[in-house]
């Protein structure tokens, strides 16, 4: 099959031209990137992971490497100037990722930030590290549906443990797009993060926002967790964040603050069910 008539085949994405390289991580060659985006073979080459519109998420090999593509359309007067004084999505995803990056908190590592023309519009390309491993939400489902090789009990409670010191760890910062399905599974008990643009200093703490979202996405998807696994997590969370020698009523009441304020965030969110159901084709 030829690259075109692959291309078609898993959702088609127009092909580039004046590629300019953004942004580039410490060590990357630009020049080198610009040339392989501009050969259509990778293009041809890749799965589509997801795709919202003219906006998709393929998986390619590029440069020797695994990586993840974010490509999307800049559409409209505002989403360029935007692009122009460095506030776009991607610009917005890499200050997150290095801000992760900062409190040790595991992320893709992202290569390269590209504008492009795409079919004759305004495109941008975010290429980041493919990290392998399931989403935190499609775990949820595979132990809501009892299905062969999900996590037994004491590894629920590992991992809703890792959850919990992984929002302790962000500190002052806020992920405004903390669900299950931008969380990896890297190993038996490690989280790492890949959509990072949401990522913001905080004016107040901002766990019960995070919190909310770990429930929000897997409620709308039928997959709401345990009680007791939501418990881990905000336990695991709260033995990281408060300093030792903190009394025990002290401790509680933080509990029943954190769980007050997480239900007032669900309350006002609305309808939980996703636009685009994120477990389709994982």
């Given amino acids: 099959m030829s690259a075109p008539a692959r291309v078609a085949a898993t959702g088609a994405q127009p092909l580039l031209s004046r590629i300019r390289i953004i942004r580039a991580h410490r060590g990357e060659d630009a020049a080198k990137w610009a040339r392989t985006l501009a050969d259509p073979q990778w293009l041809g080459e890749s799965s589509l992971l997801k795709e919202d519109g003219t906006n998709t998420v393929r998986r390619a090999t590029l440069l020797g490497r695994e990586t993840v593509v974010k490509c999307r359309e800049v559409s409209g007067a505002w989403a360029r100037v935007k692009c122009a004084l460095g506030r776009g999505k991607g610009d917005r995803h890499w200050r997150g990722a290095a801000m992760l990056a900062g409190k040790g908190v595991k992320t893709a590592r992202v290569f390269v930030l590209v504008r ?13 590290q493919w990290l392998a491993g399931p989403t935190l939400l499609r775990v949820m489902a595979n132990v809501h549906a009892g299905a062969a090789g999900a996590p037994g009990i004491r590894a629920q409670h590992a991992l809703a443990r890792a959850v919990g010191r992984q929002i302790a760890q962000m500190g002052e910062l806020l992920n405004r797009d903390h669900k299950p399905s931008n969380l990896i599974i890297t190993g038996a008990a490690e989280v790492a993060i890949i959509d990072c643009e949401g990522i913001r200093r905080a ?30 997590t905000a336990l695991a969370w709260l033995e990281t964040e408060t300093p030792d020698g903190v009394e025990r009523e002290d401790k509680r009441a933080m509990l029943r603050t954190i769980f007050a304020d997480v239900a007032r965030v669900i309350a006002h969110h609305g309808d939980p069910t996703p636009r685009i ?6």
């Fill in 203 to 232: 004016t107040i703490p901002g766990a019960a926002r995070m919190f909310a979202s770990l429930l929000i996405e897997p409620t709308g998807c039928g997959v709401r967790p345990r009680r007791a696994l939501m418990m881990r």
């Fill in 116 to 128: 492009a023309r795409m079919g004759g519009r305004d495109g941008e390309l975010l290429i980041m």
């Fill in 277 to 282: 159901n994120p477990l389709a084709g994982t």
